[in-house]
């Protein structure tokens, strides 16, 4: 997925939550987001929604095979500090070089909607050609998480695309 054939930048959204795989609930952040990036022109496909207990598994596989990497890639949900939340611990360990102020810009920004931002852990990143963020499994999260990229998503695809501003 890094290099499209069309020239096309490419997306993928992946959604923990593991009540949203089983179909207890319909998952309302993973097309949020899709609707954003192919805003911004990414081709992105259908969120893909997985639960929690699977999430290091399907995020490690990607990770492993930097030829199934996209430009970007957002996830959603498992992000907070319950015994299933695991999202972070998938991404942390392969993100070579993190951008604590894109997270530091989203944590700003949530804190003005709601104290519980504070309690998100976040990560974002880059791995290989890839930006990488986790985002929290709800729609006013993701909405924050939209707001702060938004302004970056361009720039951030240009620097991994080896186009530099001067």
Known sequence: MSEPTNGARDALVVVASTRAADGTYTDRTGP??????????????????VADAEIETVLGELFADPGLLPRVLLTTGGTGITDDDRTVEAVEP?????????????????????????????????????????????????????????????????????????
């Open 32 to 49: 949020l987001l899709v609707e954003w990036l192919r805003s911004r022109g990414f081709e992105t496909p259908e969120a893909v929604v």
């Open 94 to 166: 392969h993100l070579e070089r993190t951008l604590p102020g894109v997270v530091q810009a989203f944590f700003t920004t949530g804190a003005a909607a709601t104290p519980h931002a504070a309690l998100s852990r976040a990560v974002a990143g880059t791995v290989g050609r890839t930006f990488v963020m986790t985002l929290p499994g709800s729609r006013g999260a993701v909405k924050d998480g939209i707001a702060t990229l938004d302004p970056l998503i361009d720039h951030l695809a240009d620097m991994l695309e080896g186009h530099h501003a001067h």
